[in-house]
T-cell receptor, first 116, second 119 residues
């Protein structure tokens, strides 16, 4: 069965500092991977995704993530945090070996706090 | 382009009652997925509908049921509500077409959710 683990339920960084949110997956076949952001009382917004091709993917708002098969990881980074980045971040995976749309399996989320 | 909308935004029900949540998919999308997000947790997949038929289901009991209509909007019905059903219910739409590289079907667009409280 597929699973997603996000290390650290809360991460606090200073404004301007590097943001690093960790995500590891467990799957017999490398899945498709996603990062979503959720602001208070809102739905989920897709930040970026990895399906095939280049393992370093760039998303919106200056975020990027690198797929590392050997480490079964898909960590999210941003060089310089902004106050507006404070939100809940979810890593998600979907099976890559099916021919139809399938379910997303989410991690438990990481709350990012950005301080002055 | 209209995004994914859900109604109502908030709902309070009593244990044992039934509830219906509604979702309008994004224009051009034909697939709707429902997720349950308990407080402090990640979303859990309930089921997905494609062309008005269930196209995958998570580990939820049969009292969770759904419908998809010809205009691709969808309903989630929950019977015999339990306290643990209190959660944010998220609807996500996507587009799946025969012959399309299937990875594109994973770009799901989420609605703002319906907050259900069961007392």
């Amino acid at each position: 069965a597929q699973s997603v683990t996000q290390l650290g339920s809360h991460v606090s960084v200073s404004e301007g500092a590097l943001v690093l949110l960790r995500c590891n997956y467990s799957s017999s076949v490398p899945p498709y991977l996603f990062w979503y952001v959720q602001y208070p009382n809102q739905g989920l917004q897709l930040l970026l995704k990895y399906t095939t091709g280049a393992t370093l993917v760039k998303g919106i708002n200056g975020f990027e993530a690198e797929f590392k098969k050997s480490e079964t990881s898909f960590h999210l980074t941003k060089p310089s945090a902004h106050m507006s980045d404070a939100a809940e971040y979810f890593c998600a995976a979907a099976p890559s070996n099916t021919g139809t749309a399938s379910k997303l399996t989410f991690g438990t989320g990481t709350r990012l706090q950005v301080t002055l | 382009e209209t995004g994914v909308t859900q109604s109502p935004t908030h709902l309070i029900k009593t244990r044992g009652q039934q509830v219906t949540l509604r979702c309008s998919s994004q224009s051009g999308h034909n697939t709707v997925s429902w997720y349950q997000q308990a407080l402090g947790q990640g979303p859990q997949f309930i089921f997905q509908y494609y062309r008005e038929e269930e196209n995958g289901r998570g580990n939820f009991p049969p009292r969770f049921s759904g419908l998809q209509f010809p205009n691709y909007s969808s309903e989630l019905n929950v019977n015999a509500l339990e306290l643990d059903d209190s959660a944010l219910y998220l609807c996500a739409s996507s587009s799946l077409r025969q012959g399309l590289q299937f990875e594109l079907s994973y770009e799901q667009y989420f609605g703002p959710g319906t907050r259900l409280t069961v007392t």
